[in-house]
Antibody
């Protein structure tokens, strides 16, 4: 079955760079896309971007200048990198597999940005 | 960006009742391939979101048929028949027709 698991640093300083990894199983990254979605504490969901099965990407224009999504298909991992962090980037970061529509989600990783 | 307006913001219902949640988009969600990429998610307390309905009316894997979705163009509805205790949480609609994907603000379902 499909499984997604996010891992990340937990705490990052302002102006620094965030790196979060999504490790997947049960499907091939060359066949299906993986989204990144985040949720600030007590808030709704914000779509960040997607890496498709062919390796192409789409980003939320609000984050595009700071955001990069990449992958290592041999390790079944997808990477989110975001620079110039601010306190309002504090959120739970989720990866989600795209078959029909954000079908499977990881448990998320909480990232706190502190000055 | 497409704005998704979801109502009501909260609901309180008794077990066994039926409820409906509305989601309206600021643009048509019909894609050039003729499909409509409007999905519904449920985020149970302390959990990550789960796909309930994809492309307006298709049940996600393992989702009971008490859940149903209808709608077209810019106006969509999620209906839950015979609400059960496990249905509590926050329901989100999300459009995936236009980039960036955008979510409704959520509807919190509470059990009386």
């Amino acid at each position: 079955q499909v499984q997604m698991k996010e891992t990340g640093p937990g705490l990052v300083q302002t102006t620094q760079t965030l790196s979060v990894t999504c490790t997947v199983s049960g499907f091939s990254l060359t066949s299906y896309g993986v989204h990144w979605v985040r949720q600030a504490p007590g808030k709704g969901l914000e779509w960040m971007g997607i890496i498709w099965g062919d390796g192409s990407t789409n980003y939320n224009s609000a984050l595009k200048s700071r955001l990069s999504i990449s992958r290592d298909t041999s390790k079944s991992q997808v990477f989110l990198t975001m620079n110039s962090l601010q306190t309002d980037d504090t959120a739970v970061y989720y990866c989600a597999e795209e078959t029909e529509g954000l079908d499977y989600w990881g448990q998320g990783v909480m990232v706190t940005v502190s000055s | 960006d497409v704005v998704m307006t979801q109502t009501p913001p909260s609901l309180s219902v008794a077990i066994g009742q039926s409820v409906s949640i509305s989601c309206k988009s600021s643009q048509s969600l019909v894609y050039s391939d003729g499909k409509t990429y409007l999905h519904w998610l449920l985020q149970s307390p302390g959990q990550s979101p789960k796909l309930l309905i994809y492309q307006v009316s298709n049940l996600g894997s393992g989702v009971p048929d008490r859940f149903s979705g209808t709608g077209s163009q810019k106006d969509f509805t999620l209906k839950i028949s015979r609400v059960e205790a496990e249905d509590l949480g926050v329901y989100y609609c999300v459009q995936a027709t236009h980039f960036p994907l955008t979510f409704g603000s959520g509807t919190k379902l509470e059990i009386k």
